[in-house]
C-alpha cells in the first residue's frame, strides 16, 4: 500500500534534520505527558551509536511491527513517537514500552497524541523548571 508523506513532515525535515529540540514537552494541565530528547534525523550516518538514531534505519528495522508506522523522535526512556500512516492524515502517537498492551498482545502501549504533525509541534512547550 502506497502512502503519500504529509506536508507537515517534509515542511518539517526541511527546516530541521531532527536533534534536541528546544521546545521539548506536552503538558496537560500542567501535567507533564511527554518529554521528547530526540527528533530522528532523516538521513544519518548508520555507524557507531547512530546506527538506531535515524528514520531511514528505524523504518527497515520495522521497530514497531506496523509498516505504516513512522518513527520520527523519542523520549529520555526510550519510548518512540511515531506517525500512523492507517489514517488518511496521519496521526502522532507514542508508544510506551514499559507499559505492554497484554490485550493487543503488543510489547507497548499506544498513545495518540494528535492529529497531525502541525498540531503536535503547536502542543510543544520548553519544559518547565520546577
Not at 546506527?51 to 523519542?74: A, C
Amino acid at each position: 500500500m502506497e502512502k503519500k508523506l504529509p506536508d507537515s513532515y517534509i515542511e518539517f525535515y526541511k527546516f530541521s534534520n531532527g536533534g534536541a529540540p528546544e521546545e521539548n514537552t506536552i503538558y496537560d494541565e500542567d501535567e507533564e505527558v511527554f518529554n521528547i530528547s530526540f527528533l530522528y534525523p532523516l538521513l544519518g550516518k548508520e555507524t557507531g551509536s547512530s546506527i538506531s538514531e535515524n528514520v531511514l534505519f528505524m523504518i527497515k528495522q520495522n521497530v514497531l511491527g506496523d509498516k505504516l508506522y513512522i518513527p520520527f523522535g523519542k523520549d529520555r526512556s526510550g519510548n518512540i513517537l511515531y506517525l500512523d500512516f492507517n489514517f488518511k492524515e496521519p496521526t502522532v502517537c507514542a508508544c510506551f514500552f514499559d507499559e505492554p498492551d497484554e490485550e493487543a498482545e503488543l510489547p507497548y502501549t499506544h498513545i495518540d497524541i494528535a492529529d497531525n504533525l502541525f498540531e503536535f509541534l503547536e502542543m510543544l512547550e520548553e519544559y518547565r523548571e520546577e
